[in-house]
């Protein structure tokens, strides 16, 4: 069974950064997709970012382009989303969440794409 354990989360100001990590296990294909999601109270869950071990394809959210950064070390089974010039709008509870990639392709923002589900990091940037 695939788990994921999401780290990095916390209080921060505008204009800082934070890096999340999701340490990834269980896997027994290496062919997935790991992404990243947030979730503000009250609003939908957001696909923030992703990352295709195959092909290395990425996708970011248009509202995190040029701020948040994916990196993945599958030496350490470990995916990262570097968050860099973060705004009061980026506070969330952010979700690490993976799948099995899948021959009729995929929507990396869409959540119910994803099988696997962390428990989830709170992320609070202050003005």
């Known amino acids: 069974e695939v788990q994921l354990v999401e780290s990095g989360g916390g209080l921060v100001q505008a204009g800082g950064s934070l890096r999340l990590s999701c340490a990834a296990s269980?896997?027994?294909?290496?062919?997935?997709?790991i992404g990243w999601f947030r979730q503000a109270p009250g609003k939908e869950r957001e696909g923030v970012s992703s990352i295709s071990s195959g092909d290395g394809s990425i996708y970011y959210a248009y509202s995190v382009r040029g701020r948040f950064t994916i990196i993945s070390d599958y030496a350490k089974n470990t995916v990262y989303l570097q968050m860099n010039s973060l705004k009061p709008e980026d506070s969330a509870v952010y979700y690490c969440?993976?799948?099995?990639?899948?021959?009729?392709?995929?929507?990396?923002?869409?959540?119910?794409?994803?099988?696997?589900w962390g428990q989830g990091t709170q992320v609070t940037v202050s003005s």
């Open positions: 969440a993976a799948f099995y990639v899948r021959p009729s392709g995929y929507e990396p923002h869409n959540p119910y794409e994803y099988d696997y």
């Open positions: 269980g896997f027994t294909r290496d062919d997935y997709v």
